[in-house]
């Protein structure tokens, strides 16, 4: 997917890593349009996200679901990001994926304080705000599977038979209940991994290995896909919290 976009700015600011979760402080600048493999809360004043319709709306605070895509028109010089995995996310505000931005805003106030602390309280708050959706068990323990077979090679069938469904099944219920399909999931889980890597000072190539993926060149196709900028920015720019 192409964009007329290009990233206006490297991220600078601060970045951790939680169990499940991406955080981020700092500078945002534009963003051609990209899709993240986990829900994302964007916080800042300003900011013009363009949905898959092509439609612009200006927001302070913006829920967008997995796997949809947007585009950052405008950024801000101090917003607050959060990618949080979806199986540890709350439904989206009971909406649909929808592809327009005006659906995206959420009421919430730009906090004063932009550090981990309150960006983490804020998403705390709005997951405690809504009703939790139903879980299969099956589902959750496919979720832990996942997470203990990386950076090994993951396949449906495989984690189906764990689990004591059928792979039509398994496959059904990572779309209805997480809104997200199996693999891009695990493609999450392989991302969240290489970030974790990263932050804890290892090479570009390192995190590669560490997370699965066949190599730096393969884990910066699928950071530009799903963040909009190659993680060469993020060791650039981020200073790390542990």
């Known amino acids: 997917m192409t964009d007329p976009l290009r990233p206006a700015a490297r991220w600078r600011g601060w970045a951790a890593i939680t169990p499940g979760r991406f955080y981020y402080g700092g500078q945002i600048g534009t963003v051609g349009m990209h899709a993240h493999h986990a829900v994302q809360l964007l916080i800042g004043d300003g900011f013009v996200l363009r949905g898959a319709d092509g439609a612009e709306h200006t927001m302070t605070a913006a829920l967008i679901p997995a796997n949809t895509p947007h585009a950052v028109v405008q950024g801000t010089a101090d917003g607050l990001l959060a990618l949080i995995d979806p199986a540890h996310a709350w439904p989206v505000l009971d909406r649909d994926h929808v592809s327009s931005s005006a659906g995206w805003r959420v009421r919430l106030e730009v906090p004063a304080g932009r550090d981990q602390p309150t960006l983490q309280a804020l998403v705390d708050h709005l997951a405690g705000?809504?009703?939790?959706?139903?879980?299969?068990?099956?589902?959750?323990?496919?979720?832990?599977?996942?997470?203990?077979?990386?950076?090994?090679?993951?396949?449906?069938?495989?984690?189906?038979?764990?689990?004591?469904?059928?792979?039509?099944?398994?496959?059904?219920?990572?779309?209805?209940?997480?809104?997200?399909?199996?693999?891009?999931?695990?493609?999450?889980?392989?991302?969240?991994?290489?970030?974790?890597?990263?932050?804890?000072?290892?090479?570009?190539?390192?995190?590669?290995?560490?997370?699965?993926?066949?190599?730096?060149?393969?884990?910066?196709?699928?950071?530009?896909?799903?963040?909009?900028?190659?993680?060469?920015?993020?060791?650039?720019?981020?200073?790390?919290?542990?």
């Open 129 to 242: 705000a809504a009703t939790p959706g139903p879980r299969h068990p099956a589902l959750i323990h496919a979720t832990e599977v996942i997470a203990a077979t990386l950076p090994a090679r993951i396949r449906l069938a495989e984690i189906a038979r764990a689990v004591h469904l059928s792979e039509s099944r398994l496959s059904h219920l990572f779309t209805s209940e997480l809104g997200l399909p199996f693999r891009p999931y695990v493609l999450w889980m392989r991302l969240r991994a290489a970030l974790s890597s990263l932050s804890e000072g290892a090479t570009l190539t390192e995190a590669a290995h560490t997370a699965g993926f066949a190599d730096a060149a393969h884990l910066t196709r699928v950071v530009r896909r799903m963040m909009g900028q190659a993680p060469s920015s993020l060791a650039a720019g981020v200073r790390w919290l542990t």
